[in-house]
């Protein structure tokens, strides 16, 4: 559809765009639904479903560009602030359409360069915060650790993508220190 | 396509699932390509893509019911055993038809009861076997873990998928020894 020609389209779907940034910044990615954007936005859940018919797209325009707080700005002591993050992302990945779209994502990055580009991008966000998050730790003498960041990274975040995607079971607090132990020595 | 009421249809399509079968069985499903599946089965590569278009597909029915010798009957010492097993399992997920069947039996098991039950079902297997293996290591001394087996599976498994689905990079030795250490204390 072309949404340049009809100038109400494309206020509608500003609108849209502008209620599930609101709504991914206020409560997390499992907040925007169909539903909840149109009430949000204050437009016909057909009219959302008009300009994406599925939630993960909607959810990866809203998601694009967007600078979530994910792994941002580590605290010390680092490792309850390491465990708190591992919790959000487990629980943000739990929904259907969140998953749904880690998944879209990975798939269609095997085949179409520009998702690829996205996808390199999102891991290279991801690795270098909780790289950033590591060496602080390390630095305040709170971790012995020599793995390097993109190890780190598949230590950490892929058991929580496994469970929530694969297994689907929800991730303990257990798991997340079994994860945080395999990173290195913590000096507790 | 109607495959019952044309005998030849029939029998190409038996004759492309009996080579695949073969060449899963002897080369692992990196090498269940439309190229190599036709040449093995005598049969045009038009013959297997009007069959089944998308390489996905294919693996699918081929693995279906497939008894894949992963993870099965651990060796003593387990961790080298182990050690190879994850090297296997890494070096399978490369190939993109690979990655993309991981990805889209995980996505389309979010909506389809009947492929959430496969994926639950092969998730079964995997957690069983790996926790037999862990437990044979700790019936030898070789190795002090209190990790439940969907955690197991999660710490060994999930870093895998995850480099070489997301990051789609090689999985080095050095992180499969880490994924080992992390899962209790061994004696070397």
Do not use: C
């Amino acid at each position: 559809m072309s949404y340049s020609t009809d100038p109400r389209a494309a206020r509608s779907r500003e609108a849209i765009l502008v209620a599930a940034r609101r709504l991914l910044a206020s409560e997390g990615p499992g907040a925007v639904t169909h539903q909840r954007v149109s009430q949000e936005a204050g437009v016909g859940r057909a009219t959302v479903y008009r300009h994406w018919p599925r939630s993960e797209q909607l959810l990866l325009d809203v998601m694009d560009g967007a600078d979530l707080p994910l792994f941002k700005d580590p605290e010390t002591p680092v490792r309850p602030w390491l465990h708190r993050q591992l919790r959000q992302m487990a629980d943000d990945l739990m929904p259907p359409a969140v998953a749904g779209l880690s998944l879209t994502l990975m798939q269609s990055a095997l085949w179409d360069p520009e998702i690829a580009r996205r996808r390199d991008e999102s891991n290279k966000v991801i690795r270098e915060r909780i790289h950033a998050a590591i060496r602080s730790a390390v630095a305040a003498r709170e971790l012995e650790s020599d793995a390097d960041p993109a190890d780190l990274t598949a230590m950490l975040v892929g058991p929580i993508v496994y469970r929530t995607a694969m297994q689907r079971e929800a991730v303990s607090d257990g798991l997340i220190d079994r994860l945080l132990d395999g990173v290195g020595t913590w000096r507790r």
